[in-house]
């Protein structure tokens, strides 16, 4: 890589359904090398330098759906979780160096990955709204920058939910459709 980083952003990122009935280890095994690994790979590129100098601010971005595993997410889901568990373990342990590190969470955002969904979206920002949004939440500093509101509230009280009322509001979600000719592979 170059010199030293004021901002470094992990964005890579991949999603597909993962159906528990037609498992596929390499979808899985791709989000996980794209989501945590390679966000593990820029970490690692960047905060030894960030440290040295004192400051930095480094920033992934997971999703909503790291709250809670979704039907017919799964994996993507745990990859999401994953990067939020390992990101925030890092905020707390960097701030004594006066490096920064912050969580995105975004919610349904209109992108080729979400392209392939044929239902509806609730909540969907388009690109250049939720790139302002984040932008802003990077300049304050923010240790989390979550959006839509109703979406980032709707999944972190499924957090709390007793299992027996999550199955059920989500059982829909697992029969969603999925337009397959749009899933890159």
């Given amino acids: 890589m170059g010199g030293p980083f004021d901002l470094a952003i ?9 159906f528990a009935f ?19 790979y820029l970490f690692d590129a960047v905060i ?3 440290v040295e100098r004192g400051r930095g601010r ?12 979704l039907p017919s997410s799964s994996v993507y ?14 905020r707390v342990e960097l701030a004594q160096f006066g490096v920064g590190v912050t969580i995105i969470n975004p919610g349904f955002v209109e992108t080729p990955m979400t392209a392939k ?12 709204r939720a790139a302002r949004y984040i932008a802003d939440g990077l300049d304050r500093g923010k ?22 009322l999550f199955d059920k509001l989500t059982v829909r979600y ?11 592979r």
């Fill in 10 to 18: 992990a964005n890579a990122g991949v999603g597909a359904p993962t």
């Fill in 22 to 40: 037609e498992f596929n280890i390499a979808d899985a095994e791709q989000m996980v090398r794209v989501n945590i690994l390679g966000m593990m």
């Fill in 48 to 50: 030894p330098s960030m």
């Fill in 58 to 69: 480094f920033a992934g971005v997971a999703s909503i759906a790291g709250h809670r595993g």
């Fill in 77 to 90: 889901s745990a990859t999401k979780s994953a990067m939020q568990s390992f990101l925030e373990a890092s």
């Fill in 117 to 128: 969904n044929a239902g509806k979206m609730p909540f969907l920002w388009q690109t250049p």
């Fill in 143 to 164: 240790a989390v920058i979550e959006f839509p509101l109703p979406m980032s509230l709707l999944t972190r009280s499924m957090r709390f939910m007793p299992r027996v």
């Fill in 174 to 184: 697992a029969q969603r459709k999925i337009d397959r000719s749009k899933l890159q």
